[in-house]
């Protein structure tokens, strides 16, 4: 089994920065993309931005410019940068990731708990 868990959540004034970092721990397992999805009060939850162990990203249209996630495979560790931030940005941070248990295996999806991010106007 593993778990991730998030942190850097905060308040902040629009136009700020936070830092999200999110660890995987646990068994020992194999983690193949990363990713921080966000989920904002009567809203589905959205990805805002993925990363392959090779290091490839991907971000949704409304952070592309602002904010920036890269990982440390030797610590298990994904980060979000998050730049200029805007009021709209404000939700519950989830990281997850893709984990196999052993070599071959099946990779499964895991979610962290989350953070709050709140960006004041």
């Known amino acids: 089994q593993a778990q991730l868990e998030e942190s850097g959540g905060g308040l902040v004034q629009a136009g700020g920065s936070l830092r999200l970092s999110c660890v995987a721990s646990?068994?020992?397992?194999?983690?193949?993309?990363m990713g921080w999805a966000r989920q904002a009060p009567g809203n589905q939850r959205e990805m805002v931005a993925a990363?392959?162990?090779?290091?490839?990203?991907n971000y949704a249209d409304s952070v592309k410019g602002r904010f920036t996630i890269s990982r440390d495979n030797a610590k298990n560790t994904v980060y979000l940068q998050m730049n200029s931030l805007k009021p709209e940005d404000t939700a519950v941070y989830y990281c997850?990731?893709?984990?196999?248990?052993?070599?071959?295996?099946?990779?499964?999806?895991?979610w962290g708990q989350g953070t709050q991010v709140t960006v004041s106007s």
């Open positions: 997850n990731a893709d984990l196999a248990f052993y070599s071959g295996g099946p990779y499964y999806g895991y």
């Open positions: 646990g068994s020992s397992f194999r983690i193949s993309d």
């Open positions: 990363i392959t162990s090779a290091g490839s990203t």
